[in-house]
């Protein structure tokens, strides 16, 4: 079919940052539920998932399958709460399956997989592969003469993957400026903070010399994230990344920015005290 016309509205930053507490609920209900770890990083990046299904990607649940819609790509798939809390708010997936995250044969595993729920572009959570995915994706549309854009989203610590750089390399060398990685800078890997592993090096400044555009935001404020999100792309005839510095356990306040809560399960009461902190309920519980 010919190109389909996408149009965003302009943002209305009260709106994202009520919907942001409401789908943070959400995340730590499904975790409480499920039993299952990572909340920190769902948190972290969910501030940036939002803000491209809302205002960036030309994707809509009408038009799921056609071919000229833009790809998202989580490639941080141990996140994925914070992608299936956007889907669910958005229409793409119904609200009642978030109760069924995390369990047996559900279509909402902690990891994102396309046999489960077909909507998806592909499986992830074996990091260091979204990028060259999302490259190649990129590449193909190219050939095809598809005005197609391709968003990918990745840790800060996956970048310690020799597979991203090499991607990086040939999206570069092919002049793949319909192709946008950002990166969830929120400091902290499985098992401690990320500039002590990745030696202290700026990945905006990595990027760049890989013969990318780059820039740096803060990735929990919407103005900063949706103003990066409109310069795209940021150079033409170039890739662009960006590098968005986040909090761990972004929202709640007692999850903020601690290691421990990269794998810890929230109790029933770490559960309340974080609904009591965000002010809202989570959205499959309204």
Not at 163 to 172: G, I, L, Q, R
Request: aromatic letters at 8%; a negative charge.
């Amino acid at each position: 079919m010919g190109l389909l016309t996408w149009e965003k509205s302009d943002p209305d930053i009260i709106y994202f940052q009520t919907k942001a507490r409401q789908l943070r609920a959400t995340c730590v209900q499904m975790a409480h539920d499920s039993r299952e770890g990572h909340l920190s990083s769902s948190l972290s990046c969910l501030d940036l998932v939002l803000a491209l299904y809302r205002h960036w990607l030309r994707l809509s649940p009408q038009h799921s399958n056609v071919p000229d819609r833009d790809r998202f790509i989580l490639s941080k798939g141990h996140g994925c709460t914070a992608l299936y809390a956007v889907l669910a708010d958005q229409g793409f997936i119904s609200k009642n399956i978030l109760s069924q995250y995390g369990q047996g044969g559900s279509p909402l595993p902690n990891h994102p997989c396309r046999h489960a729920l077909p909507l998806l572009e592909c499986s992830s959570g074996s990091l260091g592969q979204g990028l060259g995915i999302a490259t190649g994706m990129a590449y193909g549309f190219r050939l095809d003469q598809i005005d197609s854009r391709v968003a990918v989203l990745m840790g800060d610590g996956e970048c310690n993957e020799g597979s991203v750089w090499e991607a990086a390399t040939f999206a570069a060398a092919s002049h793949l400026d319909n192709l946008l990685a950002i990166v969830d800078y929120n400091g902290i890997q499985a098992v401690g903070r990320s500039d002590l592993l990745a030696g202290h090096t700026s990945l905006e400044n990595k990027f760049r010399a890989f013969g990318w555009g780059a820039c740096t935001i803060n990735g929990n404020d919407f103005r900063e994230i949706i103003s990066a999100l409109k310069d795209f792309p940021f150079e033409q005839g170039r890739p662009s990344a960006i590098i968005g510095q986040t909090r761990g356990g972004a929202g709640v306040s007692f999850m903020e920015d601690q290691v421990l809560w990269h794998y810890r399960v929230p109790t029933a009461r770490d559960l309340q005290q974080a609904l009591d902190e965000l002010g809202e309920r989570p959205i499959h519980k309204e």
